[in-house]
Every structure is written in C-alpha cells, then in structure tokens.
C-alpha cells in the first residue's frame, strides 16, 4: 500500500541523494572555504579587535560563517537543482508524478535546509581546535538556523524557476545573494558602523538572520533577538507564499 506521501518523500529522497553523492563537492568544499576565512581573518584581527566588550574576534567570527556557509548553500541546493533539471529537460520527470506543488516545494526546501545544515555543522566542526565558542541559548541557533535555510532554499526555488539558463543563476548569485550575505554582518558588528550604513544594514534581511543566530551562541547581539526572529518570520512566509503561489501557477515549469 502507498500513502498519499510517498511522492513527497520520493522526491526528497533523490534532492538529499543530490547533493549527498558529491558531499566532497557540495559539503566538503564550502567547509574547506569557511576554514580559511577562519584563519585569514583570525590570524590578522583576532589580537586588535574585540566585540560585545569581550568577546575575542574570532569567537565572534564563527557564528557568522557558520550561518553564511549555511545560506548560501541553501540556495545553491534548490537553485542548481531545478536550472539543471529544466535545461537537461528532466523535469518533466518530477512534474509528471501526481505530486501537489506544496510537496514539490516541501522536498526542494526540506532538503536545501539540509545540505546547509550539514555545511553548518561542518564549518562549526572545524572551528572547535581555534575558538572555545560558548553556547548561550542552543534554541535560538536552532530557530535561526532552520528559518534561515528555509529562506534561502525558498529564494533557490524562486531563482531556479525564472532562470532560463546558467548565467542568468549566477547573476542572481552574484548580485543578490552574495552581497546581502556579505554585507550583513558576518565580518564585523553594525555599530563598527557609520550611523548611516547602520541604517542600511536595518534593511538587510540577511543581518537579522545572522544577528539572531550569532545571539544564541554569547547572548548578545546588536538588534533583539525577537526583532530578529519578526523579520525573519516575515520573510519565509512572504516568500513561501511567492514560491507556492508559482509552483500553483505552473510559471515557467509547465507549458
């Protein structure tokens, strides 16, 4: 007998399997490229800066590669996903089962939330020998944690439907993704700001993911943390809305 969920798992089964098959490329990489932003920015700054008072810099930096490792993989699963999937023409494949676009969109989510938090867990992994990093509040990391893969899986589902082509993809990459991620917060405090570019940081939704989570490791942060789980809040059920309301609508999927 089958369940009405077997499709669903089906497809989350063959999105883990994905990027699981290639883990040295899809995990191992972006753990090895976090590394050595660990050791660069540690090795010049660690002795001449300090945050919050008296948290060392590089405690302060892990955090924030952890959750920048884990955003930009998010996107990466779905996105490369579903481009790969519409040039090859194997789509048709995943469109054809008796599948509600609410599962399609489940097991796209569900399983870019994965990738980065094995990537996550990976980069926390191998900070340990370089920072003794305190954990304040463990269920803050883990809100911030899923509700920040959540969002960017969802961005790589919405990125993966539009784009007709590779460049297109890393044009969104390249011009969204990376800067928001850069610029929010993973390599310094806001208020190493000037006023004005602390305002502009308000508008980054990408700063409040990593603002919260960098708060459940030193129970500090720079905006509250409810302040930040609202934002956060907002923007996955916006673009959860966005992304199902395409997927119903069958936008650039089906003819």
Same mark, same amino acid.
């Given at each position: %007998? @089958?369940?009405?969920?077997?499709?669903?798992?089906?497809?989350?089964?063959?999105?883990?399997?994905?990027?699981?098959?290639?883990?040295?490329?899809?995990?191992?990489? #972006?753990?090895?490229?976090?590394?050595?932003?660990?050791?660069?920015?540690?090795?010049?700054?660690?002795? @001449?800066?300090?945050?919050?008072?008296?948290?060392?810099?590089?405690?302060?930096?892990?955090?924030?590669?952890? =959750? %920048?490792?884990?955003?930009?993989?998010?996107?990466?699963?779905?996105?490369?996903?579903?481009?790969?999937?519409?040039?090859?023409?194997?789509?048709?494949?995943?469109?054809?089962?008796?599948?509600?676009?609410?599962?399609?969109?489940?097991?796209?989510?569900?399983?870019? =939330?994965?990738?980065?938090?094995?990537?996550?867990?990976?980069?926390?992994?191998?900070?340990? #020998?370089?920072?003794?990093?305190? =954990?304040?509040?463990?269920?803050?990391?883990?809100?911030?944690?899923?509700?920040?893969?959540?969002?960017?899986?969802?961005?790589?589902?919405?990125?993966?439907?539009?784009?007709?082509?590779?460049?297109?993809?890393?044009?969104?990459?390249?011009?969204?993704? =990376?800067?928001?991620?850069?610029?929010?917060?993973?390599?310094?405090?806001? @208020?190493?700001?000037?006023?004005?570019?602390?305002?502009?940081? @308000?508008?980054?939704?990408? *700063? *409040? %993911?990593?603002?919260?989570?960098?708060?459940?490791?030193?129970?500090?942060?720079?905006?509250?943390?409810?302040?930040?789980?609202?934002?956060?809040?907002?923007? *996955?059920?916006?673009?959860?809305?966005?992304?199902?309301?395409?997927?119903?609508?069958?936008?650039?999927?089906?003819?």
């Amino acid at each position: %007998m @089958h369940d009405g969920l077997t499709g669903f798992r089906t497809l989350l089964y063959k999105e883990v399997l994905r990027f699981w098959k290639v883990s040295f490329q899809t995990v191992g990489a #972006p753990v090895l490229n976090a590394l050595l932003y660990l050791l660069i920015f540690s090795h010049v700054l660690d002795r @001449h800066v300090t945050v919050y008072g008296d948290v060392a810099y590089t405690a302060f930096l892990v955090p924030g590669l952890v =959750m %920048m490792s884990l955003l930009q993989n998010s996107f990466a699963n779905s996105s490369s996903s579903l481009i790969q999937s519409k040039i090859t023409g194997n789509i048709i494949f995943v469109l054809l089962p008796p599948l509600s676009y609410r599962e399609f969109y489940a097991a796209y989510v569900i399983a870019s =939330m994965l990738r980065g938090l094995f990537v996550g867990c990976g980069v926390l992994l191998v900070s340990i #020998p370089f920072v003794d990093l305190p =954990m304040a509040a463990p269920a803050w990391i883990f809100a911030f944690g899923l509700m920040g893969g959540a969002i960017l899986g969802s961005l790589g589902v919405i990125a993966g439907i539009w784009a007709d082509k590779f460049d297109q993809l890393a044009g969104f990459q390249n011009f969204l993704i =990376m800067p928001l991620t850069m610029l929010s917060g993973v390599f310094y405090s806001i @208020h190493s700001l000037p006023e004005f570019w602390q305002k502009v940081s @308000h508008i980054n939704p990408f *700063f *409040f %993911m990593i603002d919260g989570f960098r708060y459940g490791f030193f129970g500090q942060s720079d905006v509250s943390p409810w302040l930040s789980l609202a934002v956060v809040g907002v923007c *996955f059920v916006f673009l959860a809305v966005l992304t199902l309301a395409m997927l119903a609508r069958g936008y650039k999927l089906r003819a």
